[in-house]
């Protein structure tokens, strides 16, 4: 059995490397946690937001990495389910696919993404009830436990996982996590109490998940690591352990995400507004940032 160094070190040497440079932009979401639109749906609050998000960054040409748990996948046993819920957002998540801009990683959620039959079984078309046949979806992807993204001019690196590498419990244990879920704490989440195991709602668990990142970080020369999973943003300013987080799209009433554009890096929100005239409408907010990702220097 690994050790949460160890996973994560295998997580970095197995990882995918797409090359980039400081005319490319890359926007990261994660924690999605798609469902079926019923009332144990997390997703179904914000996907409008994530919807018209995600849009927009396609039309300005923008690069969609998902890292990890995009699609709830404990609570939800299969995904046509949850394809049908949400059809609007996948067409766009094909439309970056059509145009060979996204790269997906597996979290603890999806963890069933790994096995490449799998993914070939249940993503690779969809049945179109206009026409009556099965229509390509994302046809020969292949999920990723790591992407590195290797800048071609300084050969900077930012690595990006889901961080549940981390988590011993919801790593060598997902399948009984996954179990639990599915019999004790989806219908205990639709009374309001909250599964104690996730990261995400257990801040004792998810300081010591942040811990064991920052060391691994801090043992590859403060090497940019971006991760999810814990649902909690963070975004170092230079000089510090380099360990960020991008959040989630199950925040209340908004989702946070990671930019990387013009060489620079940017910890962003989208949520809602009232205009002066009563409309509500959907909106970019910058939290931190942008800083050049060559400020944070490898030591």
Known sequence: MFSSQKRLDRAYNNAKVITFDDTSKFILFSDCHRGDNSIADDFAHNRNIYYHALQQYFKNGFHYCELGDGDELWENLTFKSIFDAHKNVYMVMKAFYDDNRLDLIWGNHDMVYRKDSYVKKNLSTFFDPKTGLNTPLFTDITYQEGLILRHKDTAQEVFLTHGHQADWWNYECWKLSRFL???????????????PTSPGKNYTELIRIERRIKKWIKNNKNLITIVGHTHRPRFPEPGHIAFFNDGSCVHPHSITGIEIEHGEISLIKWDTSTTDEGYFRIVRTVLDGPKKLIDYKTS
Do not use: A, Y
């Not at 879920?181 to 599964?195: A, E, F, H, R, T």
């Open 181 to 195: 879920v599915q019999v004790l704490w989806k219908p205990l989440n639709v009374m309001g109490i909250s599964d």
